[in-house]
């Protein structure tokens, strides 16, 4: 009999990825997603993956009721994993009341829900957005959480703490909270990959997509950081590296493997890379010329962060392995994908 899980934002970027590969791993999935920020189509793409198409139900998770009444007509759901949250850091500026009651009513529910239909184990998508501008690099999970920066930001460190609280409270949840650095590329196949809605705010689908000639130009915001190339550092970190990671988790909390009944692991590579450094190996990778212009630093944003690996690799026992060059010729494949089924 195979375990379900739930995949909250199974059909966004992070939750499609990962849907393939608890499928590919012999799990069933119930995806549930209110298509508020991606698109049915994702289905199709992961049945042509894994040749199978998932369960899907489309609510919101705001909605208590729907949230109970989704858990009693599937039972024996054996964990969640929660992507789903607005995840826009300027919007999130401009809309706090929007982004606090949809990411943490959502997870609230969620956790009730748990506790009403006797479901332990609980997977949190958080971010490396919690430690904004760590003292000391790499961070460790142990770093110091600084105080959020965006409302997006705080609704990460408020979940993680409302997670921490339920759990201290001697609820039977167990959970382990995942802090993705920064998630890019595209799944091998090019079936599935990142869609953003309107202009991307993230760098590499900005690249694809001015490499593709749909945004004249790339600018790089600031090159005047204490940086080697002036431009500023991050983690990146290939989607189906990620993906696997939660798939880990899940067998650990499964198995009983985990230490305590909250544990938290950075996803990363552990190597911090610069704007132009991304820019000059898509350059190289594929081989296409991206105009780019140099412009004043983005507001809000942090000079350089990267993980500490040690603890996902020694204690999860996960690691990442995709090069940069193949996760971005994944990127580019999946672009020009996009672009075609479009124009098809
Ligand atoms: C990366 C670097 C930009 C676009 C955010 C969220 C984080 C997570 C990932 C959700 C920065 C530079 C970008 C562009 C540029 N989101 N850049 N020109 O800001 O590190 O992280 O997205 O979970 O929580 O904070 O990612 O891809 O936006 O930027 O120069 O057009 O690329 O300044 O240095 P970021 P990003």
Redesign the pocket.
Known sequence: MKKLVVVTGGTGFIGSHTTVELMEAGYEVLIIDDLSNSRIEVLEGIEMITGRKPMFEKFDLCDRGKVMDCFKNHPGIAAIIHFAAH?A?PESVDKPLMYYENNLLSLINLLEAMKEHGIKYFVF?S???VYGQPDTLPVTETSPIKKAT?P??NT?QIAEDIIQDVVSAGDPVEAILLR?F??IGAHPSALIGELPIGI?????P?ITQTAIGIREE?????DDYNTPDG????DYINVVDLSRAHVVSIERLLAGKNKSALETFNLGTGKGLS?LE?INTFEKTTGVKINYRIVD??EG??EQ?YADTNLANNELGWKATISLEETLRSAWKWEQYIRQENNG
């Open positions: 995840k850091v998508s971010s490396c957005t965006s997006y930001g990460k993705y920064n998630p991307p705010l993230n760098l590499v900005f790339l600018k790089v915001f600031g431009s500023a550092i991050r704007v991304i630093r983005r944003d942090i962060v």
